[in-house]
């Protein structure tokens, strides 16, 4: 009778013990997914707290809620730097652990050729003989990119052994292999950024936004665009980057003086009439009609490229998890 008590309290334990071990290891691997949820959640709200960083750069507070989890608490606190934003994601469920980093501000702008044209051709009015081309703080001639070259009118291209100051030039005419445009990614970006404006709020993986002096319109090939004259009537110290996409010829005919740069995507632009201070960029032809005149400044060309655009990241090596 012992030897049968002792066997039956001996299977009693060992399915005790054989059930804690499966309970327990239950209920650590949903712990486990849990957390892993919190923490996918917590690593969402980072991305969101980037985006909402472009549009605000300010203290704020929100619950961040996606496809019908818990809400994540996240913060953002201004830091003594103003490039620098704290950001704090709480997970919503289990301990009270955190995802903490550091958002990053910073300029950027397009990848536009250094130069101060690139077309496919530039032609101008029967008998003018006024200089298309002038030149403002530059140490160096001005480059001009182009794939047809008049018959006449044009300086020698880049004479062997001369140089431009020699020649008397203040640019060189250099040959095109192929036509210009914009990259495939500056492309989507734009087309990205296009969207954004429309709904006011930046998509997903989008972490650049225009700044307030980028124009950006759309078009389509054949048709003839024409900006708000009010939007790119901004004077010297505040230059503008237009951004035509789609194959429109850009219609800046008659404007007087602008200051900025001009990037046709796909199509031409038309000048007659118009001081260009800055630089430009198209696929297809430039006509400066009799009076078009682009004066090339290579400050308004590098801000254009440079800090047209704001920037907002995680600062690399900031980011930790931590329990309050």
């Known amino acids: 009778m012992l030897m049968v008590l002792f066997f039956c309290v001996g299977l009693a334990v060992a399915a005790q013990v054989v059930t804690g071990v ?15 949820r919190d923490l996918g959640a917590q690593e969402l709200a980072l991305e969101s707290a980037q985006r909402r960083a472009l549009r605000e750069w300010t203290a704020t507070s929100w619950d961040e809620q996606r496809d019908g989890s818990s809400p994540v608490r996240v913060s953002m606190v201004v830091t003594d730097s103003e490039w620098l934003l704290s950001v704090c994601a709480t997970r919503p469920s289990g301990a009270p652990a955190v995802v903490a980093a550091l958002l990053e501000r910073a300029y950027d702008g397009p990848d536009l050729p250094s130069a101060a044209l690139v077309a496919e051709e530039v032609v101008w009015g029967e008998g003018r003989t006024t200089p298309w081309l002038d030149t403002v703080s530059v140490c160096a001639p001005a480059q001009v990119y182009v794939l047809r070259s008049p018959a006449s009118g ?6 062997p052994g001369v140089t431009a100051a020699e020649a008397g030039y203040d640019y060189w005419i250099r040959p095109l292999t192929a036509l210009w445009g914009l990259d495939e990614g500056w492309r989507d970006a734009v087309e990205s950024w296009k969207r954004s404006q429309e709904t006011a709020e930046a998509e997903p993986g ?8 980028v124009v950006l319109v759309d078009g389509r090939p054949g048709e003839t665009v024409r900006p708000n004259e009010e939007l790119i009537d901004t004077g010297p110290e505040h230059p503008v980057l237009l951004i035509v996409t789609g194959g429109a010829c850009v219609d800046l005919r008659s404007l007087g003086e602008v200051w900025g740069t001009v990037v046709a995507d796909g199509g031409g632009v038309w000048l007659e009439g118009t001081v260009l201070h800055g630089a430009l960029f198209a696929t297809h032809e430039v006509d400066l009609g009799q009076t078009g005149v682009l004066v090339y400044d290579r400050q308004i060309l590098r801000w254009a490229t440079d800090r047209s655009l704001v920037r907002v990241r995680l600062l690399p090596g900031s980011r930790e998890e931590r329990m309050e």
């Open 206 to 213: 989008v972490l650049a936004q225009p700044g307030e002096r």
């Open 22 to 36: 499966v309970v327990c290891a239950r209920r650590g691997l949903l712990e486990e997914q849990s957390g892993r």
């Open 154 to 159: 044009w300086q020698d291209v880049d004479p």
